[in-house]
């Protein structure tokens, strides 16, 4: 397998690459920004922060835990903190860096799978840069994340694996994926899937676009009656439950795939060719599965999320469109590139600033938060003691000026479940989700709390600190308050 006319690479980075590389890397974090305590984070940091000081969370902590003990992400990113002797902040910026650099260098190597010329290997680069954050259908997922986690990692180690799997070096796409399974387990099953698909595929050449099936198999104890609630939750899990422009995210790519496959054989691109038919069936069987698990009787199976994989379908899909849109449209002409990409690059940075509006749009690891609600956290970090355990509104990380913030995160304190995050580790790992219902049900109708309902909580699971909107029961002691939120202590 190798573009036609293509002659062999002696250094797959040159000086030259590198820089270029580089240069899209630091305007890929402009379009895109950055949020260290955003999201997901609020999952993966609080394992890193607990390898690095034990004494952290001592209550709640199998609702990060869980996903922290199946990966080996947690470790690498505490191991890089005491190797460099670097303030973690650094740490998981620098690590982002690297990710971006990674994912983009990936790029440029499937790319050269794909074109001889290198005009249009920076197509796809360039194309790459501005999609990062491109939402991938109805999966709550983006091509790549704007805080460093182990889907980042993952991202980039199966572009690399894709890459060399099509020059036939199985044992270098091997250790890719051993990467990609090991900081995330289960974004990497949908690589290994592929790459092995992607093999049979060329070694047997069927006229027929042949069959690919890579959910995990296995037996699996009934869920606990509480994990209903939790599944219903969680909408992206249900493919019936999309939004119809959702599925244009899922027919879009079978489609594409099916004209690329045919474009690619009448101009002989023998590898876009191979691609995109073996795309078809990877996305379809995929479908299938995602519809069967959305029957009632297989919810506690849905969280395998089958169609994650059009997370990689997305990736490979921009590289041959990066390219070709080079080749065929951009070709030298500068302000072709500049029409097509400057306005595509705004777009996407107006998004990221709607998203988060009441944060910087690159939160530097020097920087002091102006988001009010980062802003009570880190005093939270400064000023209570770590053994404290915290109760905010469960719905926190949802409301408006809020960005998304996670407490245990940014704060370093155990707080009571909340109905964002952690239902997602409870929709995950089935049995958490009975502890998980228990403490949300005690903490409905928060925004009507008064010091009694507060009390409740002190007294059943020990809350010893609140966080509270403006400007909630007047008689509690918060020693801390700005013109959002305030921190209160509860005797």
């Not at 902590?61 to 470790?75: I, M, R, V």
């Not at 355990?389 to 479940?417: I, K, T, V």
Request: charged share 15%; hydrophobic share 50%.
């Amino acid at each position: 397998m190798g573009p036609p006319n293509q002659k062999p690479e002696k250094r797959f980075l040159s000086s030259k690459r590198i820089a270029g590389l580089a240069l899209l890397s630091a305007i890929a974090l402009l379009i895109h920004g950055y949020h260290p305590y955003a999201e997901d984070a609020e999952i993966y940091l609080p394992g890193i922060l607990k390898i690095l000081n034990p004494s952290l969370f001592p209550a709640n902590a199998d609702f990060f835990g869980e996903h922290a003990s199946h990966s080996l992400y947690p470790t690498l990113i505490a191991a890089s903190v005491r190797l460099t002797h670097l303030p973690l902040p650094w740490v998981t910026f620098l690590w982002q860096i690297a990710a971006l650099f990674l994912l983009l260098a990936g790029t440029w190597r499937l790319a050269a799978a794909f074109f001889p010329q290198d005009r249009a290997r920076w197509g796809a680069v360039v194309l790459m840069t501005t999609l990062l954050t491109l939402p991938v259908a109805g999966t709550a997922l983006y091509i790549f994340d704007q805080y460093v986690n182990p889907r980042n990692l993952a991202a980039f180690a199966a572009v690399f694996a894709v890459a060399e799997t099509l020059r036939r070096r199985y044992l270098v796409a091997l250790l890719w994926l051993v990467l990609a399974a090991a900081v995330h387990p289960l974004m990497s099953s949908f690589a290994i899937a592929f790459c092995v698909w992607l093999a049979v595929l060329d070694r047997y050449r069927p006229r027929v676009l042949g069959f690919a099936a890579f959910l995990p198999v296995g037996i699996f104890d009934p869920p606990p009656p509480a994990y209903h609630e939790v599944a219903l939750r969680q909408s992206y899990f249900f493919v019936t439950r999309w939004e119809w422009y959702e599925w244009l995210g899922l027919i879009g790519p079978v489609l594409l795939s099916w004209w690329l496959a045919r474009l690619a054989r009448r101009r002989g691109m023998e590898n876009i060719e191979l691609v995109s038919r073996a795309m078809i069936p990877y996305i379809l069987v995929a479908s299938v599965a995602a519809i069967v698990l959305s029957i009632p009787r297989f919810e506690a199976l849905a969280r395998f999320e089958p169609l994650r994989c059009l997370a990689l379908a997305y990736m490979v899909l921009i590289v041959i469109g990066g390219g070709l849109l080079s080749q065929h449209l951009l070709q030298g002409r500068t302000w072709r590139w500049l029409v097509l990409f400057v306005p595509l690059g705004l777009g996407m940075y107006l998004a990221q600033r709607q998203l988060f509006p009441a944060s910087a749009h690159i939160e530097w690891p020097w920087a002091q938060p102006r988001n009010p609600w980062a802003q009570a956290f880190e005093w939270v970090r400064v000023n209570t003691p770590e053994d404290a355990l915290f109760a905010l509104n469960p719905r926190h990380m949802e409301l408006p000026g809020e960005d998304e913030n996670g407490f245990r995160a940014r704060a370093q304190r155990s707080m009571l479940a909340d109905a964002v995050k952690d239902k997602g580790a409870a929709s995950a790992f089935p049995p958490l989700s009975v502890k998980w219902l228990e403490q949300i049900r005690d903490q409905e109708n928060w925004e009507r709390f008064q010091k009694d309902d507060f009390e409740h909580l002190r007294q059943k699971y020990g809350v010893t600190w609140i966080v509270i909107e403006q400007p909630g029961p007047p008689e509690l002691d918060c020693p801390y308050q700005n013109a959002t939120v305030r921190v209160c202590r509860l005797d």
